[in-house]
């Protein structure tokens, strides 16, 4: 979805993290260019300079539990990658090693192998924060490259939307995508409905503009911190 933020100041085009959306941005980009002096700028959330498992992680912890005006109410999907800094964790079949652990009631996994080497892991389930396979995962320096959440609004009736961010690239951490699936809204009885419900779309074009700038400000930190330890990391030289 195309979309266009005008301001005051200056207008800004929201575009998806794909090779048509790149296309469109460049096109955009050379026209308006050859049409005026303007610096135009081209802003992607890309963490593929942060390293770090943990960090990585960070950056979709803080995006679902720190959304603006809102409490995080579930985590439902998560996927996860192998940190490519770390040892393979290979997977046998016909024992009950350490992979075993990789289980839990309640939380489906679906896992994604290669040469029988764990690449990457989806868990589907309910508050899936707090299970303890995703605690494995993560000391074994898995790292999240997609996440379903559902946030309780701070907003008259406090709908619960579920919102959903990833990486196109999970490897590199690229690509990034992010979407306002659906919300769950008070009846006037003031009990929630059953189920989730399309999101009107003057509604939705707000979550996603929030969305939007929560994200980059998240990876902004996340990026700085991580310059930030590396710089403080690196052996300090001088003379007497």
């Known amino acids: 979805m195309v979309r266009f933020d005008v301001r005051s100041d200056k207008t800004i085009l929201v575009l998806p993290a794909t090779t048509?959306?790149?296309?469109?941005?460049?096109?955009?980009?050379?026209r308006l260019s050859a049409a005026r002096q303007d610096e135009i700028k081209v802003?992607?959330?890309?963490?593929?300079?942060?390293?770090?498992?943990?960090?990585?992680?960070a950056f979709f912890t803080n995006l679902s539990s720190n959304y603006p005006d809102a409490t995080l109410s579930d985590v439902t999907r998560?996927?996860?990658q192998a940190s490519a800094g770390d040892l393979p964790v290979e997977v046998d079949e016909d024992e009950?090693?350490?992979?075993?652990?990789?289980?839990?009631?309640?939380?489906?996994a679906f896992e994604e192998t290669a040469g029988g080497v764990l690449q990457a892991i989806s868990l589907a389930g309910s508050q899936l924060f707090g299970t303890s396979i995703f605690q494995q995962l993560?000391?074994?320096?898995?790292?999240?490259?997609?996440?379903?959440?559902?946030?309780?609004?701070?907003?008259?009736?406090?709908?619960?939307?579920?919102?959903?961010a990833e990486f196109e690239d999970?490897?590199?951490?690229?690509?990034?995508?992010?979407?306002?699936?659906?919300?769950?809204?008070?009846?006037?009885?003031?009990?929630?409905?059953?189920?989730?419900?399309p999101i009107p779309p003057a509604e939705r074009?707000?979550?996603?503009?929030?969305?939007?700038?929560h994200a980059a400000a998240c990876a902004v930190a996340v990026v700085e911190s991580s310059v930030s330890q590396a710089t403080s990391s690196s052996p300090q030289t001088g003379g007497n």
């Open 20 to 30: 048509k959306g790149r296309e469109i941005a460049t096109a955009f980009q050379n």
């Open 43 to 57: 802003r992607e959330i890309d963490l593929s300079s942060v390293l770090d498992s943990n960090s990585r992680s």
């Open 78 to 80: 998560i996927k996860m």
């Open 96 to 108: 009950d090693g350490d992979d075993a652990l990789l289980s839990e009631a309640e939380v489906e």
């Open 138 to 164: 993560r000391k074994r320096n898995f790292f999240i490259t997609s996440l379903t959440w559902r946030s309780r609004l701070n907003d008259v009736g406090n709908p619960v939307v579920e919102f959903n």
């Open 170 to 197: 999970a490897e590199n951490c690229q690509l990034f995508r992010y979407s306002a699936n659906a919300w769950k809204v008070r009846r006037l009885t003031g009990e929630y409905q059953e189920s989730f419900s």
């Open 205 to 213: 074009s707000n979550f996603l503009s929030h969305l939007y700038a």
